[in-house]
């Protein structure tokens, strides 16, 4: 294969992307418009055109099944030998290697889950929080962790960036560094802390970073808009201040803020990188027309400059469907029915998704394709390969491996094992016997592919445990239950978003303007996973004889051919409501700032500020005369940083004010107006000289 035999078949941005090779390159691709395609073909140009050896790549995908599909993908490129792995993997790949000879002795050993850990540490500080207290506790550490928060600064880290804990803050403080401590004196580390070190061993051992530089030096990091700081603390010391780079993003498709996630890296990267390639793509090959109109028309409001409006290629479909039902359970029985005539009517049960904001919504929708003889499953429930029968599975087709003779034939081996464990000729109505027959018949369908393609025994099991490494699980018979979150990524011929409700999307906890606009994006996930059929659906009360109270969602306004919702002004708010930290981002250089007081300044510390040093006098002057008056401390007015930043932005309104982080009514109501004259002085002053 030539190197420009690469670059066929792609479409003009496509191709723009391919022959990008030299970074750094951003590329905005919206939902359904070949990024993965594109990226592949830009890294198998760059190695097929000599600009760089295959093993100097470093691929970075956030899911394990993302990364076995971009290996896969470069393999039938002709470009075996790239690294495509996640962020936790790579660094624990180096964390491994390098830790006996930096550090000494046995490296860590990872933790799965914090659960475990964080029970012992609730022990340990007599504190017995509930399973869902628990997981919520664990959410607060693991935010913290990313956006490098340490125990001790939790308390003010959480109230400026207007978290809501879900226990007081000292005692998510407690309990992080109980958990730290314990996980320290037992030799783990999480997955936080595995970023953590791996970056800190190469800061710290200059050998170490050279070594894994020398290695890699070319970057591709997908899904760029849910990087969060710890991850780009990462990448930058991966990178040592090179910018052989490229980046893939949507920041239509930012949904993940909540953990830490910011688009401000994606977004910003032409500040970061002046000189940075940015190419779109926009051409949208998954979805209709008709799709593809829903979607755009929902981003059409959003509150953001960093829209991508799709061009859909495929031919017409169906119109969405919209439909309203008195209750939960008649929504969920109208779903079965829709799904059954969809089924009946040729789409494969695999190739359609019910979509929901929460988890807790699939129940009402088990118990309907239960009662309909609609075979489904949940995502996120387990991992396919972690199934008690697939594991039963694989270890007996493991041991027919190893005695099987050249001339055992593959599909009836595989289907006399299975039969053993459960297979049967006609599946079983529903429920688990359900599930379970589907995960075997699965097993049984691979077989007969491999089969077909020439395949034996041993070839089976190795192409099982490929999969199994990579999260690959073969298609499933079944309507997929999931929520919006777990369904990023993925597709379906058909898709039914179900309660699009307010209250549920946006969610209740949602309070402020990013956090609305963060169920917008969501809702356009769900929309931009449908191919062909796409059905969205509200129910007006909870359960029957209920109060119809409930209204579309808001998105939905001027949408559905019905009249728009009334103004939801009056809807009361809710109490204790769990809020969402939103990222500050340097004004220089877009970077995310962590530190507190380069958050309060606005900029790095590194970044050059412009301000009226005689203004930062007199405030300091004034701040003297306040404290001696009031018989205080200085720093209790306004610390020196605070004031710095006063001086930088010289606030003439209150908005301005308290947009300085650290800044609330309270000192707005006591120093704002001699804060206000001292700024209004020192610009009258510049604009006479």
């Given amino acids: ?188 580390v999480d997955f936080e802390t595995i970023l953590e070190l791996t970056a800190a061993v190469m800061t710290e051992h200059r050998e170490v970073a050279a070594q894994i530089r020398q290695q890699y030096r070319y970057f591709v990091v997908d899904e760029y808009q849910d990087v969060n700081p710890l991850q780009k603390l990462l990448l930058d010391t991966w990178l040592g201040g090179r910018d052989d780079l490229c980046v893939v993003g949507d920041p239509n498709q930012t949904i993940y803020s909540f953990t830490g996630a910011t688009p401000r890296y994606l977004t910003g990267f032409s500040v970061e990188h002046p000189d940075a390639a940015v190419i779109k793509l926009v051409r949208d090959y998954r979805s209709t027309p008709q799709v593809v109109s829903l979607a755009n028309r929902v981003l059409d409001r959003a509150r953001t400059p960093h829209k991508l409006a799709l061009i859909a290629q495929r031919p017409d479909g169906p119109e969405p469907v919209f439909a309203e039902y008195d209750d939960e359970p008649a929504e969920a029985e109208g779903v079965a029915r829709a799904v059954k005539k969809l089924a009946d009517g040729g789409v494969p049960t695999r190739e359609i998704a019910v979509l929901f904001r929460v988890n807790a919504q699939s129940e009402v929708y088990e118990q309907a394709f239960a009662k309909a003889g609609v075979p489904y499953l949940l995502r996120g429930a387990d991992r396919f390969f972690e199934r008690p029968e697939v594991r039963q599975a694989v270890v007996l087709l493991r041991g027919a491996a190893r005695s099987a003779a050249d001339d055992d034939e593959l599909a009836p081996t595989v289907h006399h094992i299975l039969a053993g464990i459960g297979l049967t000729p006609e599946a079983p109505g529903g429920g688990k016997a359900r599930e379970k027959w589907e995960s075997l018949r699965a097993l049984a369908d691979l077989a007969e592919d491999l089969a077909a393609e020439g395949g034996d025994l041993p070839a089976f099991v190795a192409e099982l445990e490929r999969r199994a490494s990579e999260q690959h699980a073969p298609p499933v018979e079944g309507v997929t239950l999931a929520s919006l979150h777990a369904a990023k990524g993925l597709e379906w011929d058909a898709v039914f978003l179900v309660g699009v409700t307010d209250g549920m999307m946006p969610i209740i906890y949602a309070e402020t303007p990013d956090q609305i606009e963060e169920e917008r994006r969501l809702l356009y996930v769900g ?77 790095c510390a590194g970044c050059p500020a412009d301000y009226d040093e005689a203004l930062l006098e007199r405030l300091k002057a004034w701040r003297t005369g306040v404290a001696k008056e009031t018989k205080v401390p200085t720093y209790v007015i306004f610390t020196d940083v605070t004031l710095q930043a006063i001086a930088e932005r010289s606030p003439t309104s209150e908005q301005d004010l308290l947009a300085i982080t650290g800044i609330g009514r309270v000192k707005l109501e006591r120093y704002g107006e001699a804060v206000f004259a001292l700024c209004r002085a020192a610009q009258d002053q510049t604009e006479d000289a």
């Fill in 1 to 188: 294969m030539e190197p420009d035999d690469v670059l066929a078949g792609l479409d003009p941005e496509q191709r723009e992307v391919a022959q990008a090779v030299r970074g750094p390159v951003c590329v905005l691709a919206g939902a359904g418009t070949g990024k993965t395609r594109a990226i592949t073909h830009r890294i198998a140009h760059a190695v097929r055109s000599g600009v760089v050896d295959a093993q100097s790549v470093l691929a970075v995908t956030f899911t394990t099944r993302a990364a076995g599909e971009l290996r896969q993908r470069l393999r039938q490129l002709g470009t075996p030998g790239v690294q495509a792995r996640t962020f936790h993997a790579a660094a624990l790949r180096q964390l491994t290697y390098f830790w006996p000879r930096v550090i000494g002795g046995d490296p860590p050993r990872v933790i799965e889950s914090k659960l475990p850990l964080l029970i012992d540490a609730c022990r340990s500080v007599r504190k017995n929080p509930d399973r869902s207290e628990l997981r919520d506790i664990a959410s607060e550490i693991e935010w913290a962790k990313v956006t490098q928060v340490g125990p001790e600064d939790y308390a003010e880290a959480a109230r400026k960036a207007g978290r809501t804990p879900p226990v007081p803050a000292e005692e998510v403080f407690r309990l992080y560094d109980a958990y730290e401590t314990l996980r320290r004196d037992r030799h783990l």
């Fill in 527 to 603: 929309i931009t996973r449908a191919r062909a059929h796409l059905a969205l659906s509200w129910a007006l009360a909870r359960s029957p004889g209920g109060r119809r109270s409930r209204r579309p969602s808001r998105f939905l306004d001027g949408l559905t051919g019905r009249p728009a919702a009334q103004s939801r002004a009056s809807s009361p708010a809710p109490k204790d409501r769990r809020a969402v930290a939103a990222p500050v981002s340097c004004r220089v250089c877009a970077k995310t700032l962590v530190a507190a007081a380069e958050q309060k300044l606005g900029r």
